[in-house]
C-alpha cells in the first residue's frame, strides 16, 4: 500500500512537472502570438487607407509591432532600474517611455478604428468591424505580459547566481594579513590599482573572503598607502 501510494506521489509530480512546461511554452508563444492579429489589421488599415500594397503595409505594421514591444520593454526595465538603483544612481526617464508607449497604443488604436468606422459606414448593418477595435487591447496584453515574463525569468536568475555566490562565499576561508601582503607583492609598485572591488577580487580567485566591506577598504588603503 505505501508503495502504491509512493507511486502515486510520483506520478503526479511528474504529471505537475509536464503541466508547468506545457503551461511556459504555452505563455511564451501566446505573448509572442497576441501581437499578430493586430499587426494584419494594422496592415489592412494602411494598405486601405494609403493605397500601399500589402506586401509594404505588412512590413510597415511590423516594423510598429515592434516599436511597441520594444517601447513596453524599455518602460518596464526603467522602472525597475529606478525601484533598484542607489540614491547616487541618476535616475531614469521611465515616465517619457511610459508616454512614448502610450502614444504607441493609442496611435495604433486610431488606425484600426478609421479603417472600422469606414467598413460601418460602407455597411451600416454590420457592425462586426467594430470588434477589431478591441485586439490592440489584446496585444497590448500580451505584450506586458511577455516582458512581466522576462523581468521574473530574470529576478529569478539573479536568485539563483546570488545563492550561488552565497554559498561560494560560505565555503571560502577568511583572508588574513599575510594573504593581503601576497596579494600586493605581486602589484610590482603599481599599488594604485588596489581597490576594495579589486582585492576583494583577488581574494575571492584564492578562495579567500574578508570578513566585511570595511575590512577590505582598510586593507586596500594601506596597500595603496606601502602599509602592507
Not at 599575510?178 to 582585492?199: E, F, K, Y
Request: hydrophobic share 50%; with cysteine; glycine share 4%.
Amino acid at each position: 500500500m505505501n508503495k502504491l501510494h509512493e507511486t502515486a506521489i510520483r506520478i503526479d509530480r511528474a504529471a505537475g512537472d509536464v503541466e508547468s512546461i506545457a503551461l511556459a511554452v504555452l505563455g511564451r508563444i501566446a505573448s509572442w502570438v497576441a501581437p499578430v492579429p493586430v499587426a494584419v489589421m494594422t496592415a489592412k488599415a494602411l494598405e486601405e487607407i494609403f493605397a500601399l500594397p500589402f506586401t509594404l503595409a505588412a512590413v510597415s505594421s511590423a516594423a510598429l509591432e515592434l516599436v511597441g514591444m520594444t517601447t513596453s520593454a524599455l518602460w518596464l526595465d526603467l522602472v525597475d532600474y529606478n525601484d533598484s538603483k542607489r540614491k547616487s544612481d541618476p535616475e531614469a526617464k521611465a515616465g517619457l517611455a511610459k508616454v512614448m508607449m502610450i502614444a504607441y497604443f493609442v496611435i495604433d488604436i486610431i488606425i484600426i478604428i478609421a479603417v472600422s468606422v469606414k467598413r460601418i459606414i460602407d455597411a451600416p448593418e454590420d457592425w462586426s468591424p467594430a470588434i477589431a477595435i478591441l485586439f490592440p487591447i489584446v496585444s497590448a496584453v500580451g505584450v506586458i505580459v511577455l516582458n512581466q515574463r522576462v523581468r521574473h525569468y530574470r529576478r529569478l536568475a539573479q536568485i539563483d547566481a546570488d545563492k550561488a555566490e552565497r554559498s561560494a562565499r560560505a565555503r571560502m576561508e577568511d583572508a588574513s594579513l599575510a594573504d593581503v601582503r601576497a596579494v600586493a607583492a605581486q602589484l610590482n609598485g603599481n599599488r594604485d590599482i588596489c581597490t576594495a572591488d579589486w582585492l576583494k577580487q583577488e581574494l575571492e580567485t584564492r578562495g579567500l573572503r574578508a570578513s566585511s566591506r570595511r575590512t577590505l577598504q582598510d586593507w586596500s588603503l594601506k596597500v595603496r598607502r606601502g602599509e602592507l
